[in-house]
């Protein structure tokens, strides 16, 4: 079992700069590909980054990409999503989730935290 807990959110002015983090614990966190994804009200679960088990490979959706920054600290057991020029659609609770590949698709993930809020104002 790994757990994973989200910290970061909150509420932030369009343009503005949030980092998210992602802290895990249980079974070795260096093996697993981490990712995050966001859901809106009323819409579905969207991938958002994601990097595999070293930081080395990461991949992004083309509504972030050049705003966001995924990275990860495996001796912190931590993942993080720094979010820059933050827009009103970004608003939304993030999920991270760890897996055993750095796939796009949530349904290759196997561990979930609780979320964060993340809501930009216009």
């Known amino acids: 079992q790994v757990q994973l807990v989200e910290s970061g959110g909150g509420l932030v002015q369009a343009g503005g700069s949030l980092r998210l983090s992602c802290v895990a614990s249980?079974?070795?966190?260096?093996?697993?590909?981490v990712g995050w994804f966001r859901q809106a009200p009323g819409k579905e679960r969207e991938f958002v980054a994601t990097v595999n088990w070293s930081g080395v490979m990461k991949n992004y959706a083309d509504s972030v990409k050049g705003r966001f920054t995924i990275s990860r600290d495996n001796p912190k057991n931590t993942v993080y999503l720094q979010m820059n020029s933050l827009k009103p659609e970004d608003t939304a609770v993030y999920y991270c989730?760890?897996?055993?590949?750095?796939?796009?698709?949530?349904?290759?993930?196997?561990?979930w935290g609780q979320g964060t809020q993340v809501t930009v104002s216009s």
């Open positions: 249980g079974r070795t966190f260096s093996n697993y590909a």
């Open positions: 989730a760890a897996g055993r590949g750095w796939y796009t698709g949530a349904t290759e993930y196997d561990y």
